[in-house]
């Protein structure tokens, strides 16, 4: 019965967020453009199923995915501690810590719908130059380090602006050696590996560790975790672009060499194999 009231509850909160929404664009469709909607039936059942869908989405968050992370994160702490919880020892003692957060990142990652679709959308415009598998586990690669260097981050207690600025600039840096068709694909690659499955994951994996590791505090220490997981797939697919770059270069360099060095042969033949003819007379 509380589960039901819950749902219930849930769906009609979501509703209300919705209509504002709902709202303004029948409004411009209606009185801007002056057009009529075509499929209204279709229109309301797909509304439905987005308020329903969210619903359902934000209370698995509530009653699954966040109190997963929690339990998660406070078992891994109290396997790193050992018998005593309440002493923080070395970063080191939580391996097991970095190595679940580096696993459920690169998982997250490649379960993203935003970064498969991106991924199509990219291969399908260069024509196959770019593979969807390679391009997907280049990010997954990059949010797998960010959300382990999060989680790092929380069992040092060092500042997070150190991790920002030092990756902002590599980033940059990277920017001016990559070739140009391929940095807004980086871009955008950092920006959607962030959606449906990947925070909820990783900011209750941040809440969790924050709130068992002794000294730490959830609000300052917990969050935090998304702009790393945003940063580092940049970073990835940038070297993956200047590694695809000077592999090309390198492999261009070597047909060039291979062609300078090949034998040349003559279309005349030599003297001593010509047969002298006998003269006429």
């Given at each position: 019965?509380d589960l039901?009231?819950?749902?219930?509850?849930?769906?009609m909160s979501t509703a209300?967020?919705?209509?504002?929404?709902a709202?303004f664009?029948?409004?411009?469709h209606?009185v801007?453009l002056r057009r009529?909607?075509?499929?209204?039936?279709?229109?309301?059942v797909?509304?439905?199923?987005?308020?329903v869908?969210?619903g359902?989405?934000l209370l698995?968050?509530?009653?699954?995915?966040?109190?997963?992370?929690?339990f998660v994160a406070?078992?891994?702490?109290?396997?790193?501690?050992?018998?005593?919880?309440?002493v923080l020892?070395p970063?080191?003692s939580?391996?097991?810590?970095?190595?679940?957060?580096f696993?459920?990142?690169?998982?997250s990652?490649?379960a993203?719908?935003?970064?498969?679709a991106?991924?199509l959308?990219?291969s399908?415009v260069?024509?196959?130059?770019?593979?969807?598998w390679?391009?997907?586990?280049?990010?997954?690669?990059?949010?797998?380090?960010?959300?382990?260097?999060?989680?790092?981050?929380?069992l040092t207690?060092?500042p997070?602006?150190?991790?920002?600025?030092?990756a902002?600039?590599i980033?940059?840096?990277q920017t001016?050696?990559t070739?140009?068709?391929l940095v807004?694909?980086a871009?955008?690659?950092?920006g959607?590996?962030t959606?449906t499955v990947?925070?909820?994951?990783?900011?209750?994996l941040g809440l969790?560790?924050?709130?068992?590791v002794?000294?730490r505090?959830?609000?300052?220490?917990g969050?935090?975790?998304?702009?790393?997981?945003?940063?580092f797939?940049?970073m990835?697919?940038?070297?993956?672009?200047?590694l695809s770059?000077?592999l090309?270069?390198?492999r261009?360099?070597?047909e060039?060499a291979r062609h300078?060095d090949?034998?040349r042969t003559s279309?005349f033949?030599?003297?001593?194999?010509?047969?002298?003819r006998p003269?006429?007379s």
């Amino acid at each position: 019965m509380d589960l039901i009231t819950s749902v219930v509850g849930t769906i009609m909160s979501t509703a209300l967020d919705v209509l504002p929404i709902a709202v303004f664009l029948i409004f411009f469709h209606g009185v801007v453009l002056r057009r009529r909607f075509s499929n209204v039936s279709r229109i309301i059942v797909g509304l439905g199923f987005v308020i329903v869908g969210l619903g359902l989405f934000l209370l698995g968050l509530d009653r699954a995915l966040f109190p997963l992370g929690r339990f998660v994160a406070e078992q891994l702490t109290a396997i790193g501690a050992g018998a005593d919880s309440a002493v923080l020892l070395p970063w080191y003692s939580y391996y097991w810590l970095l190595i679940f957060a580096f696993a459920i990142g690169f998982s997250s990652a490649i379960a993203e719908p935003a970064l498969l679709a991106v991924t199509l959308k990219a291969s399908e415009v260069s024509g196959g130059a770019i593979h969807v598998w390679g391009l997907r586990m280049v990010v997954a690669l990059g949010v797998g380090f960010g959300v382990a260097l999060g989680c790092f981050r929380i069992l040092t207690g060092t500042p997070l602006q150190w991790y920002i600025a030092a990756a902002y600039a590599i980033v940059l840096i990277q920017t001016a050696f990559t070739p140009r068709l391929l940095v807004p694909l980086a871009y955008d690659s950092g920006g959607v590996t962030t959606s449906t499955v990947t925070v909820p994951l990783v900011t209750a994996l941040g809440l969790g560790l924050a709130a068992n590791v002794p000294g730490r505090s959830a609000l300052l220490d917990g969050f935090g975790m998304i702009a790393l997981t945003c940063l580092f797939p940049i970073m990835t697919v940038l070297a993956y672009a200047q590694l695809s770059a000077l592999l090309a270069a390198r492999r261009d360099a070597r047909e060039r060499a291979r062609h300078r060095d090949r034998p040349r042969t003559s279309n005349f033949s030599s003297p001593s194999s010509t047969t002298a003819r006998p003269k006429r007379s």
